[in-house]
């Protein structure tokens, strides 16, 4: 970063498999990325692995730094019962449900994703690692999660608007989680 003539290149991998993962620790924590897919029901996101255990798994692999994703869903939706639930099964595919959307807020997105940032901030110094901040996709987050990805295609031609907006919420999204960390 100065310049110079690095002494080495880092070491990191981004996505270690559950059962990759198990077999370093020997308990299951899931995998090293938190993809909103695996969201429950009745969690608004899917936080990553304990900070602790993804040092642990630094130092077994002799990794520098520990990797944090925000690919979150960035929309929600409230069902019949008042519930609130992420968008992330591909199901915001007209204006309708689109207009029904409930946008991030502090409290439920930011404020605890922001917490997450923190606590690995913290855990790496004191591990003597790096956290590499990996932000969302615009395009796949508005594939992958919330539009279908066929629907999404033929959109880019039937209704190029509803491709812009659900774009440009993205972008607002990823950006603000970004200047967070």
């Known amino acids: 970063m100065k310049g110079g003539i690095a002494d080495r290149v880092p070491f990191y991998e981004i996505l270690l498999e559950a059962r990759n993962v198990e077999a370093l620790l020997g ?26 255990d993804f040092a642990k798994i630094c130092h077994l692999t002799g990794m520098d730094c520990m990797t944090l994703e925000s690919l979150w869903a960035p929309l929600k939706y409230k069902d019949d019962k008042g519930d609130l639930h992420n968008i992330n099964n591909s199901s915001l595919n007209d204006w309708e449900t689109l207009e029904k959307c409930i946008q991030p807020s502090w409290e439920l997105d930011y404020k605890p994703r922001r917490d997450v940032i923190r606590k690995y901030v913290k855990v790496a110094k004191e591990n003597n ?19 279908d990805f066929n629907e999404f295609l033929l959109k880019f031609y039937a209704d190029r608007k509803f491709v812009e907006t659900l774009l440009d919420m993205c972008a607002d999204y990823y950006l603000e989680i970004s200047r967070i960390a």
Not at 27 to 52: C, F, I, N, W
Request: proline residues 4%; aromatic residues 14%.
């Open 27 to 52: 308990k299951d924590v899931g995998t090293t990325m938190a993809a909103s897919r695996g969201a429950t029901a009745d969690a608004l996101y899917q936080p990553p692995m304990e900070a602790e």
């Open 129 to 147: 690692l790096g956290v590499a901040y990996c932000t969302g996709a615009i395009f796949q987050t508005s594939y992958f999660f919330l539009c």
